[in-house]
């Protein structure tokens, strides 16, 4: 059986062909994200014409920024041309089964079956990058929640009337911790201009850049903190671009523990698929839909 598994993000549009038995990924593919819908849903159609003629598929699964509510999508920010559409409008139109979910859900999925999460539960897959979002795993399913939109931790308030969140809030987790509220906050400390990215602060290791990591991990430590109170998950595995710093799952551990209800030490380790936890999830959730 194969599936198709296709990543929708704000750069970059990746897809995987994925055959279950033996498991294996036999076509993958990576390109720019255009930057209107119209361009957008030719390129996802030519890949599923590829998918279906070439390799037989019969499922795919879609991995996007944001969650839908009523048939449509909101809250994707770094894909705004999909904000409010109702993607399911174009997936019936198309020959083969789709599955559509967010893709913090799909990193959370594949890590909790695959990855570092795999034996445990219930796993919550954390994505820290430009935005903040999680994926919560019980007993090998998807926690989507009434609404759908389960996960959204990102958005959840930390400080009342505080910094504007690119959601339109005020005071997110996200306006804190999130990739672009850290450079924007080494800017406003007289850091360089030049810095554009996470990468690009961690390496310059100057004062600044530490001060402004050490006050963005101490805001993510408060968020983890609220979700492990919530949740009680057995591990939280941590993706996106600043999961790559060094010994962040360490020091993200000890101090959400610190923040913790008493007799918890939570498990925080980094992810074991990398960038491709996404659109593997997305190929795994075609496969059960
Ligand atoms: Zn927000």
């Not at 361009?39 to 003629?53: G, Y």
């Not at 599955?99 to 994505?127: C, R, T």
Request: aromatic residues 8%.
């Amino acid at each position: 059986m194969r599936t198709l598994g296709i990543d929708i993000g704000g750069s970059k549009i990746e897809y995987i062909v994925l055959d279950l038995k033996p498991f294996r990924i036999i076509d993958r593919q990576r390109y720019k994200t255009p930057r209107t819908r119209k361009k957008v849903l030719e390129l996802l159609d030519s890949i599923l014409r590829l998918a279906v003629e070439e390799y037989k598929v019969d499922r795919a699964g879609i991995g996007i920024p944001g969650y839908i509510i009523n048939r449509r999508i909101y809250n994707s920010p770094n894909t705004p041309f999909f904000e409010g559409y109702k993607i399911y409008n174009w997936i019936e139109k198309q020959d083969i089964g789709i599955v559509v979910e967010n893709d913090a859900n799909l990193f959370a999925y594949a890590e909790s079956l695959l990855g570092a999460g795999k034996g445990y539960n219930p796993v919550i897959g954390v994505i820290w990058g430009t935005g903040i979002g999680a994926g919560i795993i019980i007993n090998r399913e998807i926690y989507k929640g009434f609404y759908g939109s389960a996960g959204e931790f990102g958005h959840t308030v930390i400080k009342p009337n505080g910094r504007k969140c690119n959601c339109g809030k005020h005071g997110c987790l996200e306006a804190y911790a999130g990739g672009g509220a850290i450079v924007k906050r080494f800017h406003s400390l007289g850091g360089s201009k030049k810095v554009s990215s996470v990468e690009v602060l961690v390496k310059t290791n100057s004062k600044i850049a530490r001060r402004v990591l050490n006050e963005a991990i101490n805001y993510m430590a408060i968020g983890i903190a609220n979700l492990v109170n919530i949740i009680s998950p057995e591990i939280v595995v941590l993706g996106g671009g600043l999961s790559n710093i060094p010994n962040i799952d360490k020091k993200l551990g000890d101090k959400a523990s610190k923040l913790l209800v008493k007799g918890i030490n939570i498990e925080i380790r980094r992810n074991m698929l990398g960038d491709s936890a996404g659109v593997i999830g997305a190929a795994l959730i075609a496969k059960k839909e």
